[in-house]
Each structure stands twice: as C-alpha cells, then as structure tokens.
C-alpha cells in the first residue's frame, strides 16, 4: 500500500540519515506530486498509531510502532567474539541482546562486539567493553575496524596505503599484521562508532 511505501521512505530515511524526512523528501522519495499526499499518508499512519508528528517542526515525524521494521528496534546483539590481539574463531555467536537506544551514539550501528584481550587497551578499550560496531566496508584510516581475516576477527586501527593493510594495535605488547589487499578470505566487517562499558 501507500501507506507502507510511506512508512518504508521514513524509516529507510532514518537509517541513511539519522533524522527523519521533511515532506518534501517523502515526495520526492516516492514521486509524489504534491507534500500534500505525503501529508494524507502520514496523518493515516498517525491515526493507525505507527508514528507520531510533532506539529510546526518541518523533521517532526517519528516512528512508534517498531514491529514494523526491526532496524528501529533497539534491540542489539553482543557477539561474543574474538580476543582483541589474538583472533578466535568467529561464528557469528551472539551472547545476548541488549537495549540501546539507537540513538545513543553519532552513528547508527549494527551490533556489538565484545571486546577479548588487551590489544587496543591504549585506544581506551579494555577487555569486556562492549563496541558498538557498524556494518560497513567504507573505513578510513585512523578507524578502529573489525576485520575479519580467514574466519577470524580482530579489532585493531586500519591503515591502508596502496595495495598494503596495516592492522595495528593499540598496545605496544602485540603485533602489527600486514595483509594485501588482494588477500582471499580477508575483508573488512565494520567499523567502531563507540563503546559501552557495563560495570
């Protein structure tokens, strides 16, 4: 339906931007001629309870009801995964859910990852802090990346120039790993937008 194509644009909107769309971006989004269709949709929605409109703010619209799409739902797994400095076996292994507001930090993000080890213990990370991990392969140098090396996972600072990687720890106790771009089985999983530390 409409309705839901309306629905679908806010919330993908959200996801690529963080904030929601003004009418003009729904309109523009879908095709519609007029911010006055958009306008109708939304009001449905807002009566059926799936989202709520702030009147007077242009950004306004939020989204309540999150069985509809389980990106806004702010439940996160922790992937117990890999020693920082020695890289376990990663099954995709999750520990638990816990709730974060997706908000919480300046970008959106996939999961966590729960730190082993003492590798990047200079960057501030210490052994059981949880990392809120991003899905993405567009990293820059400098990030603390989750990379991902035949089936195993590190995390360590990426620095890359030509065709060389370098994964570097933050903690003078462990090595450097080099790796060729080309590599097979090496790819990078994501990168750190921040970091919980529970106790």
Known sequence: SQQQRVLDCIQIYINKTGFPPTRANICKELGFKSPNSAETHLRALEKKGFISIESGASRGISIINSQVHSSNN???????????????????????????????????????????????????????????????????????????????????????????????????????IYINKETEGFFIEGKSVGLIREN
Do not use: H
């Open 74 to 176: 702010n439940e996160y797994p922790v992937i117990g995964l890999v020693a920082a400095g020695s890289p376990t076996l990663a099954q995709e292994n999750v520990e638990r859910t816990i709730n974060c507001n997706n908000s919480f930090f300046e970008s959106n993000f996939d999961y966590f990852l729960k730190v082993k080890g003492l590798s990047m213990k200079d960057a501030g990370i210490m052994e059981d802090d949880l990392v809120a991990i991003k899905k993405t392969s567009e990293v820059r140098n400098g990030d603390i990346v989750v990379a991902r090396i035949d089936d195993e996972v590190t995390l360590k600072y990426f620095q890359s120039s030509g065709n060389q990687i370098k994964l570097i720890p933050a903690n003078d106790d462990f090595d450097e």
